[in-house]
């Protein structure tokens, strides 16, 4: 038996010499300390051998074990650090060299004008509400004086979801769901996200960014005129105290007397253009006295509270702001278009 150990070192030794490479070494592993290899029969036939004799024939074969496998791991170093020697000098890789610099994101040019006329009405002291793009029926049609027959609902092309829910079309919603967790007085503007089913053009999208605003307050305290000072003030601080503006009389269901507001459009200077319909002036959004009907669904009486209420989407002022005469460029997400507005901070936008 000591003898076929001896034999059995000799053989592998001889071949794990320091050329052996990686295949001959896992083949000589699995012949000699595999699971059925050359020394795992050795001891299986330890039964065999004389009870005195067993202790040192053990041993040597723990001995052997021991040595190989040490024999093995400094091979199989010495192979790991050729191959990364030879790696390193056919790479030649000079660690010297800067690294490459990594381009910084940016916000959104969409997302900084948001910022920046939420600024403008938080200076003004209202306060910023979020609230959410999946709505009942109640809350984005019915309690804003849309109800089921009125033809007013055809107004807009709404993303049913199923289970009573939609994607809100506006963030009118917002002044519902304000309005029932909270009593006036309310300055409040809602920004987020509304989705309708219009095709992607110059000046809509089916996705779009919008801000509702309300002051709510009690009856003789806020009045149209409070709502054209609000508005004027507002776009003069956004676009410059030069900008013209106007209103129009109108109508929407949720408010009355309604009205819209125009400015003059910033591209052409007023001599027209495909963004401003070749008028000379661009409409920027929809305002109005809050209806009594609505105040009436949010539990406020409207012979004690009246108020008014706004709201207007993001990209079109947005258009208007940075020059941009096509509203799929916002969406398009081309890194050379998005790279000309790095920041608009600090009261550039």
Known sequence: MKEQLEEIRRRALDELTDGASDQQIEAVRVRVLGRSGELTEVMRGMRE??????????????????????????????????????????????VTLPGARVPRGRIHPVTQILERMLDIFVSMGFEVAMTRDVEDDFHNFEALNFPPDHPAREMQDTFLVGGGLLLRSHTSNGQIRVMEERKPPLAVVCPGRCYRRDELSVRASPMFTQIEGFMVDRVGRITMGHLKGVLIEF???????????????????????????????????????????????????????????????????????????????????????????????????????????????????
């Open 49 to 94: 051998v004389p009870q005195a004799e067993r202790p040192a024939i053990g041993q040597l074969v723990n001995q052997i074990k021991r040595e190989l496998e040490e024999r093995i791991e400094a091979l199989k170093l010495r192979l790991r650090q050729g191959a990364l020697e030879r790696s390193l000098a056919e790479a030649r890789l000079d």
């Open 235 to 349: 776009l003069r601080a956004f676009y410059g105290p030069e900008t013209g503006v106007r209103f129009r009389s109108s109508y929407f269901p949720f408010t009355e007397p309604s009205a819209e507001v125009d400015i003059h459009c910033l591209l052409c200077k007023g001599a027209g253009c495909r963004v401003c319909k070749h008028t000379g002036w661009t409409e920027i959004l929809g305002c109005g006295m809050i209806h009594p009907n609505v105040l009436r669904a949010v539990k406020l009486d409207p012979e004690e509270f009246q108020g008014f209420a706004f709201g207007f989407g993001v990209e079109r002022p947005a258009l208007l702001k940075l020059g941009v005469d096509d509203m799929r460029l916002f969406f398009e997400n081309d890194l050379r278009f998005l790279a000309q507005f790095p920041s608009l901070a600090g009261g550039a936008a």
